[in-house]
């Protein structure tokens, strides 16, 4: 049995992950850390995650950028694993990261579904074909409106695919407006759409002379990054410390 504190548990991702633990006999959620109760769970649910002072074997966290560090320092005091779901992290943040995953276990993903990890796999494998035969690279994102940060930390983990790939001297270009030139050979653009309710829509464009190939991934659901985070949360738990991704997880 895995035992979870799921930290953000009132969040749209929260609690799709709660909903789908429910029908997990192999794991349970002990308790969960929001800023207000919903009053609707099974659970312990604690404003502060320094107050649980519950056994658990593994985090998953679906808050956001600003409960991270409290998060990671928790973690690393009471030697808990955590999955790490949460984006738009700053660099100083990414450090605290890597630093915890010294002392832990940290799954850290830009996006949970085993779909964008196959593709994230394709662009990595065909980027450098596709550039030596002359087509550019371009990314658009759509989300609902609710989404907060822009660029997606899936699109940009799409980005950093290809760029690992195609050179450390390709620049990401978020907004054209205002310059009047022609689109440099090194350089990949990521465009962001947010409106109504879109779950998630990620296509990387290959756009050469009298050809396209665009690569795909649309979620109809949050379901599909919920039972991605379960999966990592049962992959993590009891593991040595260390930095770990999806890629760990499906193999």
């Not at 949460?86 to 990261?97: H, I, K, P």
């Not at 205002?178 to 350089?187: I, L, N, Q, S, T």
Request: proline content about 2%; some cysteine.
């Amino acid at each position: 049995m895995t035992r979870v504190i799921m930290h953000g548990c009132n969040g749209r991702m929260g609690q799709a992950i709660v909903g789908l633990i429910a029908g997990d006999e192999n794991a349970q959620i002990v308790a969960g850390v929001d800023k207000v109760d919903n009053g609707q769970n099974s659970f312990p649910v604690y404003n502060d995650i320094r107050k649980c002072e519950l056994e658990a074997d593994v985090i998953i966290d679906f808050s956001n950028a600003a409960a991270v560090s409290g998060l990671l320092e928790y973690a690393v005091e009471r030697q808990i694993p955590v999955v790490l779901c949460t984006t738009g992290l700053s660099d100083e943040q990414l450090e605290e990261v890597n630093k915890a995953s010294g002392q832990i276990a940290v799954l850290r993903s830009a996006n949970m579904s085993i779909g964008i990890n196959l593709l994230l796999k394709l662009i990595r494998e065909n980027a450098a074909v596709l550039r030596d035969a002359g087509f550019d690279t371009e990314i658009v994102e759509k989300h609902h409106r609710h989404k907060l940060d822009a660029p997606s930390g899936t699109a940009l983990a799409l980005a950093d695919a290809a760029r690992d790939a195609l050179g450390s001297d390709y620049e990401y270009v978020y907004d054209r407006t205002g310059r009047r030139m022609e689109r440099p050979v090194r350089e990949i653009g990521i465009s962001a759409v947010r409106g109504g309710s879109i779950v998630g829509d990620h296509d990387v464009i290959f756009a050469g002379t009298d050809e396209v190939i665009t690569l795909s991934h649309t979620a109809y659901s949050r379901n599909v990054f919920a039972q991605g985070a379960i999966s990592a949360a049962h992959f993590l738990a009891g593991r040595r410390p260390g930095l770990y991704s999806m890629s760990d997880v499906i193999g």
